[in-house]
């Protein structure tokens, strides 16, 4: 009875954080009114370090940075260029359309991995891979050549920055031991001061300073960065890897629904096929890791 209230319990709580991530693709499209992309890029990343470093201290972590160039390459990734291209997309594309367009990311690392890692592309991997390809040319629809695709080509990028990220971060790994935590923490101040170069060198206008800026910082450094990630160890702590991957399929979905209530933005028949075509793929992705666990602990226990 205690397992299935602990499991009920990171259940909840994984439902709580696919809101609160899903979500913050209509924050970040509407605080664009009050300040420049690149200048609120800056901030969120900057203010959330910090938040990541006062969760750090909570749980009495170690604070010492591991192997500071490497950390350097992937706060240049995953927080400069990653929080950059999507904060851009934002200002022409719609919060749901990139909110999916991001998720991609799983299928750009399975090729990554396969080129940069050695690590092979089964079946039905190809599979999803193919279905969300798929979903992509029916969301990007190439053939009606409208003058607003900046904004979702930012966000396919950004999930191939995403992608690339994550694969820096397997070969950083593979060489250094490190508290995933504390890389997260570091990594994400040294890509905010880079991501404060850049917005101290474009010209902007200052930030308006309204109810609504103040809150959107607050949301994106407390809650989408420092809560978000105590959430996330919670449910890693508490539930399968495979399950708690399942979270992708909910964030762009939460970000879509979000982004049609609050700011009517209703897809349109062939964006809604290709948004299918994605969460299926993402589907797909999550059977095969949570499968694919499932058979190596079922192979772990008959050798026991």
Known sequence: MNRDRKLLAAAGVLVVLSIIWGYNYVVM???MRYVDPFDFSAMRTFFGALALF???ALRRRPLRPVALGGTL????LQTAAFTALIQWALVS????KTAVLVYTMPFWLLLMARVFLGERVRGSQWMAVGLALAGLVLILEPWMLRGDSRGPLLAVLAGLVW???AVWAKRLRANVEFDLLSLTAWQMLLGSLVLCVIAWLLPS????VTPYFIGALVYNALLATGLAWLMWLFILDRLPAGMAGLS????PAVGVLSGWVELGERPNPTESVGMVCIVLALLTISAIAIRGRSSVARS???EG
């Open 29 to 31: 499209k509407k605080v």
């Open 54 to 56: 006062a969760v750090l």
């Open 73 to 76: 390459w992937l706060g240049l």
């Open 93 to 96: 594309g719609g919060a749901g």
């Open 163 to 165: 992608a690339a990220s």
């Open 205 to 208: 206008a200052p930030p308006q």
């Open 248 to 251: 992708s399929l909910a964030v």
């Open 300 to 302: 772990a226990a008959d």
